[in-house]
């Protein structure tokens, strides 16, 4: 999986591929991100406000992806 393959997909993420390591963290982001949505629409929130909200943590998070993601793959030209 890549980081740009990720649903909802960030608006601007370089195609990093996620290291095996750290797939579990990322299918319970994604997860707990469905279930914001669900939990938004729920509270009857206008659809423009639950994607504003989604967005905003979908971008966060594919910033400190790659971030985390460098690190990794600068550790392992070290080794």
Known sequence: MRIDQLHPT????????I????????NRHQAHLLAL???????????DVV????????DS????LTVVIG????GADHE
């Not at 998070?61 to 400190?64: C, F, K, L, V």
């Not at 690190?71 to 600068?74: P, S």
């Open 10 to 17: 960030p608006t601007a993420a370089p195609p990093l591929d």
């Open 71 to 74: 690190k990794l793959v600068q």
């Open 51 to 58: 994607e504003s909200s989604v967005r905003t943590l979908v």
């Open 37 to 47: 949505i669900e939990s938004l629409r729920a509270a009857g929130l206008h659809e």
């Open 19 to 26: 290291p095996t390591e750290l797939l579990a963290s990322v």
């Open 61 to 64: 998070y594919a910033d400190e």
